[in-house]
């Protein structure tokens, strides 16, 4: 199965500052399948990015992936307070289907 | 509106049999995968496997293989999650997913089991 390692695995910023967030694979994702979610505490993941940088409806273009085979990044221009929250990638194009560990976005 | 409905919270004893459920709506349950996904406490997203309701072709991760099981009925739009006997490993959060083309783009709640002697 492909594993993703997602870095680093806590990025603390500001408000207002720009975030990086890094996916790799093991092997390269299938036709670049792969999907970016945001999970605040105590609340079900939302999807942000699929396709490795189509953005997913009603998210914000302060968000945007890019990427392709094996490297993967989300990046968020500028982090507005409700940004603050777990990253994860995951990976669609071959079964199993897996997820990075995540990355946590938190405040300065 | 487009909405996954999970079953309620469930506190079961280890060697239980559980079966969860996640009851879609506003869409054609029949045209789209859904899946399911483990969150262990304070932990991270972890994929278990995925149904297609029209023909109940199901695949998993080889580490949720044999310890669970998927399955959909498709003429009340629902999916369920069982095991045949819970160990207290198994207590977690469980998110169904709709997907598509495989990424999950629509998520229940989730259901919380707690698995405690």
């Known amino acids: 199965e492909i594993v993703l390692t997602q870095s680093p695995g806590t990025l603390s910023l500001s408000p207002g500052e720009r975030a990086t967030l890094s996916c790799r694979a093991s092997q390269s994702v299938s036709s670049n399948y792969l999907a970016w979610y945001q999970q605040k505490p105590g609340q079900a993941p939302r999807l942000l990015i699929y396709?490795?940088?189509s953005r997913a409806t009603g998210i914000p273009d302060r968000f945007s992936g890019s990427g392709s085979g094996t490297d993967f990044t989300l990046t968020i221009s500028r982090l507005g307070p409700e940004d603050f929250a777990v990253y994860y990638c995951?990976?669609?194009?071959?079964?199993?289907?897996?997820f990075g560990q995540g990355t946590k976005v938190e405040i300065k | 509106e487009v909405q996954l409905v999970q079953s309620g919270a469930e506190v079961k004893r280890p060697g239980e049999s559980l079966k969860i459920s996640c009851k879609a709506s506003?869409?054609?349950?029949?045209?789209?995968?859904i899946g399911w996904v483990r969150q262990m406490p304070g932990k991270g997203l972890e994929w278990m496997g995925i149904?297609?309701?029209?023909?109940?072709?199901?695949r998993y991760s080889p580490s949720f293989q044999g310890q669970v099981t998927i399955s959909a009925d498709k003429s009340i739009s629902t999916a369920y999650l069982q095991w045949s006997s819970l160990k207290a490993s198994d207590t977690a959060i469980y998110y169904c997913?709709?997907?598509?083309?495989?990424?999950?783009?629509?998520w229940g709640r989730g259901t919380l089991v707690t698995v405690s002697s």
């Open positions: 396709g490795a940088s």
């Open positions: 997913a709709k997907t598509s083309n495989w990424y999950f783009d629509l």
């Open positions: 506003g869409y054609k349950f029949t045209n789209y995968w």
């Open positions: 149904i297609y309701p029209d023909d109940s072709e199901t």
């Open positions: 995951q990976q669609y194009g071959t079964s199993p289907c897996t």
